[in-house]
């Protein structure tokens, strides 16, 4: 592989806020768009005080993701039509609860876990590998792991590679997704270079972010990572799909993104096959923007009364 690639940053820069300027031109279409990118989101939680029961919501919730009154003024006749977030996502340790919590409800939506070493991937490959096991174990479908950064930066490609086919292997039939955490990479470079090799070694999408560094998803690093994806493709054949995670909280943010992967990819991505979002303040933003359409008004906006 050649890892001399040359980026113009500031083509990238003038194309990201090209696509950062897209709108849709009627209230229909964008909301047909909003319950598109519904089925996109994987719905996240990954707090220290994660628990049981908040993790059974969350099962819940990306099973009937938006409310049925919303969808039967939206949809009419059509309303009963099954819509679903991609997936839900926890720690590994949470993985048996969103397990439990799927089976009592039925439903079959895909369990990813954060597991090998996640946020930092600063531990031995070993333990990390151990922790892939026992996620894919307890439930998991699939896998969201991220690299160590220090291999990317001191462009040590060949352990890159090497770490990311073992973590691969130990997935087994689990989907994995690998973190870049661009925020951290330096350059858009190592952003290009880092995906070519993450994908090289059998990761099923590349991902922007884990939600925890300074500088998450960003339209540029999205378009390189697009790039990249399109460049994979065509030497082999096979699609990987994309997941910006972390700084994409409004619905015009999902509709920007969306467009960037139907611009650049092409529809055959705008799928949860190849095209995930992670999150979990941006559905709340969606419902609200799909019921303000849903009624021709905002909500109400309630004024809380001051304390005697």
Known sequence: MNHNVRINE???NRRAA????????????????????V?????????????ESNVARLCRKAKNPISQDILHLLLGTNSQKKITTAAVCVYPAMVPHAKNTMDTIGSN??????????PSGLYPLETRV?????????????IDIVVERHLVISRNWSQLYKDTMAMKKACGEAHLKTILAVGELGTLENIYNASI???????????TSTGKEAVNATL??????????????AITGRKVGLKPAGGLRTASDAVVWMNMIREELGMDWLNPHFFRIGASGLLGNIERSLLELATGHKEPTFIPIPAM
């Open 18 to 37: 090209t696509l950062q300027e897209f709108k849709l031109q009627n209230d229909d279409a964008l909301a047909a768009w909003l319950l598109r990118a």
């Open 39 to 51: 089925t996109f989101i994987d719905l996240t939680t990954l707090g220290g005080d994660d628990c």
């Open 220 to 233: 540029p690093s999205g378009l390189v990572m697009c790039r990249a994806i399109r460049d994979y493709f």
């Open 197 to 207: 090799v993450t994908m090289f070694a059998g990761s099923d999408f590349i991902k």
């Open 130 to 142: 151990r922790e892939i096991e026992l996620a894919v174990q307890a439930g998991a479908t699939e």
């Open 10 to 12: 500031a083509a990238v």
């Open 109 to 118: 939506l895909p369990i990813a876990s954060v597991a090998a070493g996640f």
